[in-house]
């Protein structure tokens, strides 16, 4: 330890010496989250004001990029990360009451089971069938005839939706991986009714990326035309 | 190890267990968590990237003696330019005061052992020279020739240098932006000791406060923006390529909203320095504290809404330029108020002429100057006749060089008794500051005529009606190089020969002058509580509080 310890202050194992108190020490954390997520909308912001200002200018282009996704799968995975975030409150739930170990990791592994099958569906019928049918910019994007002058600007739509449910993917992967290391911290008795807070500040990050799907299903499958009127 | 306790205060300064001598070796400051030796880290690195930066510059002033250029070729010259404004703009004023200065300070001044997240500062340092290297490839492979602003569609579809690599740098060292922010916002807002309460806080922190809020809300959105265009160089995609109805000014409308507010960034660290270099030199108490707090952070909230006074011919909507124009015009109020606080604080001062003051002082005048030309560019009809011209070169220099780099040079020469225990050679450091006066006005000065007079930025030729004003910038940019080297010899040569400076050679207030210099590595024994207001020179009692 490089810290000299002339400083007779009571540490737990779980406090670091820059802290004086655990409560202390559980509000900077709380507080830092919040403010990645200030950081983390900014991030997407940028993205769904470029996305917002294109759809604008070509509204027809993009009704076709969107009627390129299919509305089952995308609704599937909305149903499957709202799950996983209760699973997730459900875990905290049970750290914060003082419910047993099992518990505790039941609802922390159930919520990468729901985060893996969201990725799941996301690669293997989503993406993976993109690819087939050459529609992914930068792989094979072959312009159908069907789309007529709109083509340049379906493929700048479907490089939206890959960069945005691309970066919304990545952060879920980081999420299983908070999430694994939570669970290996849950089964070494780390956490208590005194002490869950990486739990309750992982569980910010992990409806912060909910959420973000939240906005990503209807803007990218939804809206633009496929069951409003004058749609098809 | 509490048998190798030793207690500071008891024994001769220098002599202590501080935060330079408590470790030894390599490892102990590659993997240090000590925001001190952090600080260090990024003292040493941001110094390096400071003088490629300043080579670059010396090339392009070297090559601009004659109007047919005396050194490169054209293409070159491009590629000089844009090194100079990536190297200048990314690595070396952005992290400048925060990462040196702001690291060294944040938590000694609100009495806390560190700041809140430790690792994560020193993983900060870490992306920045990732992010540091990436470009340092991108330079020495062949460059890039984009302009620190990477406009499209030429960044993206026709400039065959370097670019991945440049805005991959800059994208990595933003993250060390966001987080050195992070680091700084959570731990103002929850490591102050007891007593300090916000408004008993040193300006200083003000200003970091304001700059971290710059750094997260405004750094992912450049850095999305930019990995857009990386996006689109390597899959060849219709991002911003008109071609394929992409739109080019939206990549500088999301450019520019973080890259206006970056400006701030630079120059709100170095107006929170030199509203601590002010009092104490002037043994007052500053006046108008509340007065500068709260104008750190209007210039903060401003700095989000003039980004389009960049775009004013580029074809945006008249309507939208109209009302850039007002709000750009709204910053100079929180930044004149600043002034004249600085300004009534000296009034019946009793003033030294130490070199930290010689800055500060050197900061108001060329500060305000860079303000007020500002104004010129910030009105739709002149910014017309001024835009693209060397006009717009020398205003931003006198914001940049001569307000962000004068505050950062004077804090540097306040603090560096603190941050190394000694003093350095005080005739040398007032003649450099004289010399860097000096040689900056001569450079910069020149192109505020050569701007009017209509001489174009970015061209490594020029007509030669133009060439004693650009010789002279170019004399001005020799005495400005030598005027920077002087600090780095005298400073280097103090660490291991100056006087010993003892905790307070300046008579200064505030929590960082109470512990040793150096000070411990947890800072302070115990941690202080605050009773007093900041700034309690004895000249207060003439002043009541503004």
């Known amino acids: 330890m490089a810290a000299p310890s002339h400083l007779d202050r009571a540490h737990g194992p779980e406090l670091a010496h820059q802290f004086e108190d655990p409560a202390q020490q559980r509000e900077a954390g709380t507080l830092a989250m919040w403010t990645f997520l200030v950081t983390e909308i ?191 | 190890m509490s048998t190798a306790v030793v207690d500071v205060h008891q024994t001769p300064p220098g002599s202590g267990v501080n935060y ?95 700041l809140a997240f430790p690792r994560l500062n020193l993983l900060s340092w870490y992306l920045y020279i990732t992010g540091a290297l990436f470009l340092l490839y991108a330079i020495l492979n062949g460059g890039i020739d984009t302009g620190w602003t990477f406009y499209t569609p030429y960044s993206t579809t026709f400039a065959h240098t370097h670019v991945i690599a440049a805005v991959l740098g800059i994208f990595i060292n933003g993250f060390s932006s966001i987080l050195t922010g992070l680091n700084f916002i959570v731990t103002i807002h929850k490591m102050r000791a007891p007593g300090m309460t916000w408004f008993r806080m040193p300006l200083f922190l003000w200003a970091i406060y304001a700059t971290s809020v710059i750094f997260i809300l405004g750094t992912p959105v450049v850095a999305i923006t930019l990995f857009l265009v990386g996006l689109e160089r390597i899959f060849h995609v219709g991002i911003f390529d008109p071609a394929v109805g992409g739109d080019p000014l939206l990549f500088q409308h999301l450019f520019w909203f973080y890259s206006h507010p970056a400006v701030y960034i630079m120059i709100l660290p170095g107006m929170g320095v030199v509203s601590e270099l002010i009092p104490c030199f002037s043994k007052k108490k500053i006046f108008g504290y ?43 109020i929180p930044s004149a108020i600043k002034v004249f606080n600085w300004t009534a604080t000296l009034h019946k001062g009793s003033i030294s002429y130490d070199a930290p003051m010689l800055y500060a002082l050197g900061f108001i005048g060329l500060f305000t100057m860079g303000g007020l030309t500002g104004l010129f560019l910030a009105s739709l009809a002149t910014d017309v006749h001024l835009n693209g011209t060397y006009f717009i070169v020398a205003h931003f220099h ?131 509580v605050v009773t007093e207001e900041p700034y309690n020179y004895p000249g207060t009692a003439a002043v009541t509080r503004g």
Not at chain 1, 220 to 229: A, D, E, P, Q, V
Not at chain 2, 446 to 474: C, D, H, I, T, W
């Open chain 1, 42 to 232: 900014m991030f997407f912001g940028g993205l769904f004001a470029a996305y917002a200002i294109y759809r604008s200018l070509h509204p027809a282009a993009f009704e076709i990029g969107s009627h390129l996704l299919e509305v089952k799968f995308g609704a599937t995975n909305t149903a499957v990360l709202i799950g996983s975030s209760l699973t997730m409150a459900l875990a905290i739930h049970s750290a914060q009451t003082g419910k047993s170990k099992a518990t505790v990791i039941t609802f922390l592994l159930l919520t990468m089971l729901l985060g893996l099958v969201f990725i799941g569906v996301k690669l293997r019928f989503e993406w993976y069938h993109d690819y087939l049918e050459h529609i992914v910019p930068g792989f094979g994007f072959d312009y159908r005839s069907a789309w007529g002058a709109n083509a340049p600007e379906v493929q700048m739509f479907m490089v939206f939706y890959f960069f945005m449910t691309g970066l919304h993917a990545l952060h879920m992967v980081v999420g299983l991986g908070i999430l694994t290391v939570l669970v290996i911290m849950t089964a070494r008795g780390r956490f208590s009714p005194r002490y869950y807070a990486p739990l309750e500040i992982s569980g910010l990050y992990w409806h912060f990326v909910d959420i973000i799907w939240i906005y990503l299903f209807p803007l990218l499958y939804l809206i633009g035309g496929r069951y409003s009127t004058g749609g098809h």
């Open chain 2, 20 to 114: 330079l001598n408590a470790t030894y070796g390599i490892k102990s400051w590659l993997l240090t968590t000590d925001h001190k030796r952090i600080a260090l880290l990024y003292l040493a690195s941001i110094t390096f990237m400071f003088f490629v930066g300043g080579a670059a510059a010396v090339l392009m002033r070297i090559h601009l003696i004659e109007p047919q250029g005396t050194l490169v070729q054209p293409e070159t010259y491009n590629k000089l330019f844009s090194t100079h404004g990536i190297v200048m703009v990314f690595f070396f004023l952005i992290p400048s005061i925060p990462a040196v200065l702001g690291n060294f300070l944040v938590p000694m001044m609100i009495g806390a052992r560190d």
């Open chain 2, 398 to 528: 006198y914001i940049m060089v001569g307000g962000a780099v004068m505050a950062y040079l004077g804090g540097i020469h306040f603090w560096w008794p603190k941050i190394t225990g000694r003093l350095y050679p005080d005739g040398w450091a007032r003649f450099a500051a004289l010399v860097i006066f000096v040689g900056f006005n001569l450079t910069f000065f020149p192109q505020f005529m050569l701007g009017y007079l209509g001489m174009p930025r970015r061209y490594a030729v020029y007509p030669p009606e133009f060439q004693v004003l650009n010789v002279m910038s170019s004399a001005g940019a020799s005495i400005l190089g030598v005027g920077y080297l002087i600090p780095l010899i005298y400073l280097v040569w103090s660490m291991r020969y100056g006087p010993i400076a003892g905790p307070n050679p300046w008579g200064a207030k505030g929590l960082e002058w109470q512990t040793p210099s150096p000070p411990p590595t947890e800072n302070f024994e115990e941690i202080p």
């Open chain 2, 290 to 332: 509340s007065f500068i707090a709260f104008s750190s952070m209007a210039i903060a909230v401003l700095s989000f809404l003039v980004w389009g006074h960049h775009m004013f011919v580029t074809g945006q909507s008249i309507y939208a330029g109209l009302v850039f124009s007002v709000l750009s015009f709204l910053v100079a």
